[in-house]
């Protein structure tokens, strides 16, 4: 059974950086579309960056472009979400989607999910 796992979450001051890992066993991430969400208390499952298994083609919500990456290494199995200049405003609970077929920032796109990591911003 595919299981995704997320992790490298934690506190962080105004203006830090963490990076995501996303991780998998019973799939392969090489193989999918990956996503990042995240919900943080009383709002709605927002979608923060994906990235294909094609060609590593990369979108981002607005409120996370510039601030936030996407990588995927070749053949690492692993996917990472880079954030850097964090707010108050990017405290959530991150999850990693994956989907082999769709690619969309809609978390009703994707198949399989992580249990998420919490993320909270603050000084």
């Known amino acids: 059974q595919a299981q995704l796992v997320e992790s490298g979450g934690g506190s962080v001051t105004p203006g830090g950086s963490l990076r995501l890992t996303c991780t998998a066993s019973g799939l392969n991430l090489d193989n999918n579309n990956i996503g990042w969400f995240r919900q943080a208390p009383g709002k709605e499952r927002e979608g923060v960056a994906c990235i294909s298994s094609i060609n590593n083609t990369t979108y981002y919500g607005d409120s996370v472009k510039g601030r936030f990456t996407i990588v995927r290494p070749n053949a690492a199995r692993t996917v990472y979400l880079e954030m850097s200049r964090l707010t108050s405003e990017d405290t959530a609970v991150y999850y990693c989607?994956?989907?082999?077929?769709?690619?969309?920032?809609?978390?009703?796109?994707?198949?399989?999910w992580g249990q998420g990591t919490q993320v909270t911003v603050s000084s």
């Open positions: 989607a994956a989907d082999p077929l769709r690619l969309s920032l809609q978390a009703r796109h994707y198949t399989f």
